[in-house]
C-alpha cells in the first residue's frame, strides 16, 4: 500500500507549541491578526495588542523565525507567516473544596499552536525566470525595448 508522503517544502519552517495554558478560542482571536503578515509586521502587531494571548504566540513566532534564520539561513526580512494554526489540546480537570463538603470542578483548557513561516525571496526568484522563460529575448536590463513574437504578423486576424 501506498502511502500519500506530503513533499518537503526548501521554504518553510514551523515552531510548535504544545499545551499552552490557554483556551483555543482565545488564541484564535490572536493568530487570525497575524496570518498572512510579514514577521515584522507580525511582532508590531503582537507587542501592542493588549490580550494576555499575545505573549506565548510572540514567543512561538520569535522561535519559527530563529528556527529559519538558522536552520536553513534565511533572513528575517524576507519573512512571511504563511499558515498559523490553533487546535484545542488536554482539559486538566481538578476539584475544588468548598462548604458543606461539596466540590467543585475547575477546568483549565490548553491548546497547540503551529507557525509556519516562509520565505517569499525564493517565490520573486521563481516569478523572474518564468518571465525569462517566456519571453527568453526580453531582460531586466531592457525594460524600455519592447519584445515581439517572431511568429506573429501583427495582422487583424492575429488577436489574442
Given at each position: ?146 519584445c515581439y513574437d517572431t511568429y506573429s504578423s501583427g495582422g487583424p486576424w492575429d488577436k489574442?
Open positions: 500500500m501506498i502511502k500519500n508522503r506530503k513533499k518537503k517544502s526548501y521554504t518553510s519552517v514551523y515552531a510548535l507549541g504544545q499545551y499552552i495554558s490557554m483556551s483555543a478560542h482565545k488564541a484564535r482571536r490572536v493568530i487570525d491578526q497575524i496570518r498572512g503578515r510579514s514577521y515584522e509586521e507580525a511582532l508590531m502587531i503582537l507587542e501592542l495588542m493588549p490580550y494576555r494571548g499575545c505573549y506565548p504566540i510572540f514567543k512561538l513566532v520569535y522561535s519559527a523565525a530563529a528556527n529559519a534564520s538558522h536552520n536553513k539561513g534565511f533572513k528575517e526580512t524576507n519573512l512571511v507567516i504563511s499558515k498559523a494554526e490553533v487546535n484545542q489540546g488536554n482539559t486538566v480537570k481538578k476539584l475544588k473544596p468548598r462548604a458543606r463538603g461539596r466540590s467543585f470542578p475547575i477546568k483549565r483548557s490548553t491548546c497547540h499552536i503551529t507557525i509556519v513561516v516562509e520565505d517569499i525571496s525564493f517565490y520573486q526568484q521563481y516569478e523572474e525566470y518564468l518571465r525569462y522563460l517566456k519571453n527568453p529575448g526580453c531582460s531586466n536590463e531592457n525594460r524600455n525595448l519592447t489574442k
